[in-house]
């Protein structure tokens, strides 16, 4: 007989919570193969890749997302531009039913509306395909993280890599981004050292006058 798992490890391999496991037991979608004296839950590993398997047949993601980005109002044009790119593509391969979302935000910038928005459709595995014209039209930095995440979740991430779509203007502003980022927590560690240096000459200040007054 097949050895048996913890309510704490089921969830674990699940990727939810031991609540959420509580929840399916109730709901009669995942039930316990036993339980313990104590009426612990117990499953098996064999019971919990079947579940995962159903999960991701019942939940297999149809969308297609193509994503377009610049970083200001006045770059529209270049936006245009990438729409008309990706959907000549779309229409080359004949792939139907394509939503194309378009934004303009910063890269760097990983608090935009409608970016959070596609993250948690691909989350929920909702998209299929993700079509983009160049990697930095998702993302400035960190695209194989976010690759990697829409793939763990069924999303396919399709780049065209078209080079003239990432425009010089861009990568010039996002480094300017950067440098005032870290000259501000430059100018915030100067001070916090002036104010901790301040604190420390007044406690010896306090010390030297305590010593004298005994």
């Known amino acids: 007989m097949e050895s048996t798992i913890s309510t ?3 969830a674990k391999l699940l990727g939810v919570s031991v609540k959420t496991l509580q929840r399916w037991e109730r709901e009669g979608r ?10 612990r839950r117990l499953y098996t590993e064999t019971q919990i890749r079947e579940f995962i398997g159903l999960r991701q047949a019942n939940h297999a993601p149809t969308k297609l997302v193509a994503y377009c980005r610049v970083s200001s109002a006045a ?3 270049d936006l245009a531009n990438q729409r008309k790119v990706l959907e000549e593509f779309v229409v080359a391969k004949g792939l139907a039913g394509v ?4 934004e303009v935000g910063g890269g760097l910038n990983f608090r935009r509306k409608r970016f959070l928005a596609l993250m948690d459709e691909i989350g929920r595995r909702e998209v299929r395909m993700l079509i983009l014209a160049h ?11 976010f690759e990697h995440y829409a793939q763990t979740h069924g999303c396919e991430v399709l780049v065209l890599n078209q080079e003239r779509l990432s425009p010089e203007q861009e990568m010039v502003q996002d480094l300017m981004t950067i440098v005032r980022c870290f000259s501000s927590r ?3 560690l100067r001070n916090y050292r002036k104010k901790l240096d301040e604190a420390l000459k007044q406690d010896a200040n306090d010390v030297k006058k305590a010593q004298q007054c005994n």
Do not use: C, H, M
């Open 135 to 145: 990697r930095d039209r998702l993302t400035r930095f960190g695209f194989e993280w």
């Open 186 to 188: 430059l100018y915030g």
């Open 30 to 39: 995942l039930i316990p193969v036993a339980r313990t004296d104590s009426n």
């Open 75 to 77: 770059q529209k044009p």
């Open 8 to 10: 704490g490890k089921a």
């Open 99 to 102: 939503e194309f979302i378009e």
